[in-house]
T-cell receptor
Framework: EPEVTQTPSHQVTQMGQEVILRCVPI?????FYWYRQILGQKVEFLVSFYNNEISEKSEIFDDQFSVERPDGSNFTLKIRSTKLEDSAMYFCASTDNSNQPQHFGDGTRLSIL | AQSVSQHNHHVILSEAASLELGCNYSYGGTVNLFWYVQYPGQHLQLLLK??????LVKGIKGFEAEFIKSKFSFNLRKPSVQWSDTAEYFCAVLPIQGAQKLVFGQGTRLTINP
């Protein structure tokens, strides 16, 4: 079964540094998402992306965050200047229809020091 | 604002016990409902979904869930749990209209003792 893949599995970064989290959605999917889960808290929606543009973003997704689909396969989340509170598990998801279940990657654990 | 509430933070059961995990949501419109499971060290996986029709839906691994519209609930059940069911379980809601983002409950950690 096709899977959403995310790299790296664990990223350790100094506060203030930029970080890029990478995702390869399932190949025929058109809708892409980033979620995050701070340790012990809910999985929270960050952003959705369709047709090469952001379709929805949460309050968390401020100017420090950006997403990009640089080519036909990758979907990236960039945090420009990381803060301690950005430490979380970041999940990428994709679907072929916005009303259908989203398929999740394994997540990237981001640790900000 | 939409919200999803899972009643139990941590449930501990013995093998062969019956399971029911509660989920209530707050949203005025039509929603699709999901249960996802996250086994230790693995990604979120779809357990089952409800879109329309029969409110009792069956998923993988013997799980089922019942949508009760009047109670805004979508409880997850399994008649006899196994040690391998140890995982974190997340209820999620997807509004049909408006913002098409999953709204998750806080998750329920299920521990099955052999």
């Amino acid at each position: 079964e096709p899977e959403v893949t995310q790299t790296p599995s664990h990223q350790v970064t100094q506060m203030g540094q930029e970080v890029i989290l990478r995702c390869v959605p399932i190949s025929n999917h058109l809708y892409f998402y980033w979620y995050r889960q701070i340790l012990g808290q809910k999985v929270e929606f960050l952003v959705s992306f369709y047709n090469n543009e952001i379709s929805e973003k949460s309050e968390i997704f401020d100017d420090q965050f950006s997403v990009e689909r640089p080519d036909g396969s990758n979907f990236t989340l960039k945090i420009r200047s990381t803060k301690l509170e950005d430490s979380a598990m970041y999940f990428c998801a994709s679907t072929d229809n916005s009303n259908q279940p989203q398929h999740f990657g394994d997540g990237t654990r981001l640790s900000i020091l | 604002a939409q919200s999803v509430s899972q009643h139990n933070h941590h449930v501990i059961l013995s093998e062969a016990a019956s399971l029911e995990l509660g989920c209530n949501y707050s949203y005025g419109g039509t929603v699709n409902l999901f249960w996802y499971v996250q086994y230790p060290g693995q990604h979120l996986q779809l357990l089952l979904k409800y879109f329309s029709g029969d409110p009792l839906v069956k998923g993988i691994k013997g799980f089922e869930a019942e949508f009760i519209k009047s109670k805004f609930s979508f409880n997850l059940r399994k008649p006899s749990v196994q040690w391998s069911d140890t995982a974190e379980y997340f209820c999620a809601v997807l509004p049909i209209q408006g913002a098409q983002k999953l709204v998750f409950g806080q998750g329920t950690r299920l521990t099955i003792n052999p």
